[in-house]
């Protein structure tokens, strides 16, 4: 069993800036990828972000240049830095794990983010 948590998420004014970070507990087997998705009301989760294990990361178009992903394999943490943030970036967050062995997936409680002036 994996167990992620969410931190970071807030009130932010347009243009600004958000680090969220999600550490995961548990049984975590080495090769892995984290994501990031979001969830506004009445939409779609959607994938922003992934990173594998070994380094390898890919972008949604709509937060490509904008935020960036990255994690410290050692502490099981990923990190999710928003930057020029919109209203449209207005969601709940949530992060993701998934063993690549086994395929098994685990979700954060996912975190509020609101940008709003």
């Known amino acids: 069993q994996v167990q992620l948590v969410e931190s970071g998420g807030g009130l932010v004014q347009p243009g600004g800036s958000l680090r969220l970070s999600c550490a995961a507990s548990g049984t975590i087997f080495s090769i892995n990828v984290m994501g990031w998705y979001r969830q506004a009301p009445k939409k779609q989760r959607e994938l922003l972000a992934t990173?594998?294990?070994?380094?390898?990361?890919n972008y949604a178009d709509s937060v490509k240049g904008r935020f960036t992903i990255s994690r410290d394999n050692a502490k099981n943490t990923v990190y999710l830095q928003m930057n020029s943030l919109k209203p449209e970036d207005t969601a709940v967050y949530y992060c993701n794990i998934r063993r690549v062995v086994g395929g098994t997936s685990y979700w954060g409680q996912g975190t509020q983010v609101t940008v709003s002036s």
């Open positions: 990173i594998t294990s070994g380094g390898g990361i």
